[in-house]
């Protein structure tokens, strides 16, 4: 069985890893390396590295920020961020990208969606999509202009899967960094319009919303930033609870299985009695 | 045992730095990346990477001349080799990616494509568990039905069924490994598969 994949997108900002917050303000989180290795090593099924000063300074990817990155994740790595080229996107494979992801260039640039499709394949490219609640329904959301435009994001996300994109990448702007949940009906309604799979992103709290979301709309995928980076273990814990209904993938040396969680998905404390024998229990550490 | 000699074969398709980072991990020094018959001649074992199409990857091997010196090496030499994704498909005898092309023909078979019930997407991607034969080198430390990462739309066919070591359940049952003597290959990407891939490259070196 195909398993549901739990994301964390790494929003880099200047070479550090921020926490971002309805795309207006940023607080530093830490390096990219040590990020990645740590999600890495709790199990994270995939990561997206968005580099959002790449794409406003008009500069090119940052390659070594990116090689460095990679060079301790072992998962599929999505990067992106200023790209604006084949050639931008050759580099990047070379560096340790799996996929490449494009959310500027699908608004300016279009054509770059077929021709990557065209010379990487379409599971290389990624489109992703920011967007809006406004009164007139929801609103692709240009983060460069700072203004919504004209066309709703399910549409947009057709005409995507129309020139080549593999997979969508839906945004909430409005849940961004807000801790209030997916935006089931804004994820609702890409899903309807595409075969190929969403990840959905922006207001992960806990481990409920992703079961929420992975439960309730057909994406394939859930991506979270900020609540990943601030606890420890944060992505085996919540893998561990979201196993208990749906089929995800468990398999880090540390699983939480025995573990119980709360109503909000949060790890509770084991029994006095089990912590205490657990003292003479001898864990034995991962050999690969 | 000393540390292998391990080579990646370096023809310009394929993530090359990807797998060698998963195998530095390991702690495995002596590994290049390289299209020089010399370091190929002196592997212990090969490392046959590979994404995009079947055709580019055999022309890439072609106009490096590899493909004679490969043949000396693994058929002859009896050296390992360990192909990922089109580096496994490319030891087959065909493939009908966009037309009909000539594989390596070092297992007999047919790379074929994924035709699946609407309702399964292609290209198969994500993290699928993979059944394997537990007498397989490859998987001796992996647990049983551990998950691996997959990205293909075409799979290989092997002609024997005795050469299939591993499959996944996807509508059908999708070729994950074959092996025949020391010609291995793996369908999945064990340098993105996290712990299960790791444990994959360690079982196929501490074989040698």
């Known amino acids: 069985m195909l398993k549901k994949r739990i994301a964390a997108t790494v929003v880099v900002r200047d070479g550090i890893v921020v926490q971002s917050i309805n795309f207006n303000r940023y607080l530093p989180v830490g390096k990219p390396p040590i990020a990645l290795e740590f999600l890495n090593s709790w199990g994270i099924d995939e990561i997206v590295l968005l580099d959002i000063t790449a794409s406003k300074g ?117 849940r961004d960094g807000s801790y209030k949940g997916y935006d089931l009906e804004l994820i609702n309604s890409v899903c309807e319009g595409v075969t190929v799979p969403v990840i959905a992103a922006g207001g992960a709290k806990n481990a409920t919303d992703f079961v929420n979301v992975l439960g309730q709309t057909e994406v ?21 609870h979201i196993v208990k209904t749906l089929d995800v993938r468990l398999e880090t040396h540390a699983d939480y299985n025995e573990n119980d969680f709360d109503k909000d998905g949060r790890l509770l404390k084991k029994a006095d009695k089990v912590l205490e024998d657990m003292l003479f229990i001898k864990i034995e550490k991962e050999e690969i | 045992m000393k540390q292998p000699n391990i080579v990646i074969i370096d023809y310009g398709v394929g993530n090359t730095y990807s797998v060698g980072n998963a195998i530095k991990f390991l702690g495995y020094k002596k590994l290049e990346v390289s299209d020089d018959f010399r370091v190929i001649e002196e592997a212990d074992v090969l490392i046959l990477p590979g994404v995009g199409a079947f055709e580019e990857a055999m022309n890439n091997l072609k106009s490096r001349n590899l493909i004679p010196l490969l043949n000396e090496q693994v058929l002859a030499n009896n ?87 591993a499959h996944c359940d996807y509508d059908i049952n999708v070729i994950a490994a074959v092996q025949k003597d020391n010609v291995f290959g793996v369908q999945f990407h064990p340098e993105k598969s996290q712990t299960s891939g790791l444990k994959l490259f360690r079982s196929f070196f501490n074989a040698l």
């Open chain 1, 58 to 174: 008009g500069c090119m990817p940052d390659y070594d920020m990116v090689k460095q990155a990679s060079a301790k994740s072992y998962v599929p790595l999505t990067v992106g961020g200023g790209i604006r080229s084949i050639e931008h996107i050759r580099e990047l494979m070379h560096c340790g990208a799996d996929k490449v992801s494009f959310n500027q260039a699908a608004i300016q640039n279009p054509e770059l969606i077929s021709k990557a499709a065209s010379v990487f394949g379409n599971q290389c490219v990624v489109v992703s999509i920011d967007a809006l609640h406004t009164p007139a329904g929801y609103k692709v959301y240009d983060y460069l202009e700072k203004k919504t435009l004209d066309f709703s994001p399910a549409k947009f996300a057709v005409s995507m899967e129309r020139l080549g994109a593999g997979e969508i990448l839906i945004n909430s702007v409005d």
């Open chain 1, 220 to 240: 394939r995928a859930a991506s979270a930033a900020n609540f990943f980076h601030f606890t420890e273990h944060s992505v085996n814990t919540t893998k561990a």
């Open chain 2, 79 to 165: 050296k390992p080799i360990l192909g990922i994704c089109v580096g496994m498909q490319l030891m087959a005898t065909e493939s009908m990616e966009k037309g009909v092309h000539k594989g390596l023909n070092w297992i007999g078979g047919r790379v074929e494509k994924l035709e699946l019930k609407p309702e399964y997407a292609v290209p198969h991607v994500g993290w699928n568990n993979v059944n394997y034969k537990e007498e397989c080198s490859l998987f001796r430390k992996n647990e049983k039905g551990a998950n691996f990462y997959f990205d293909h739309s075409y799979f290989f066919n092997p002609e024997s069924k005795e050469h299939v070591v």
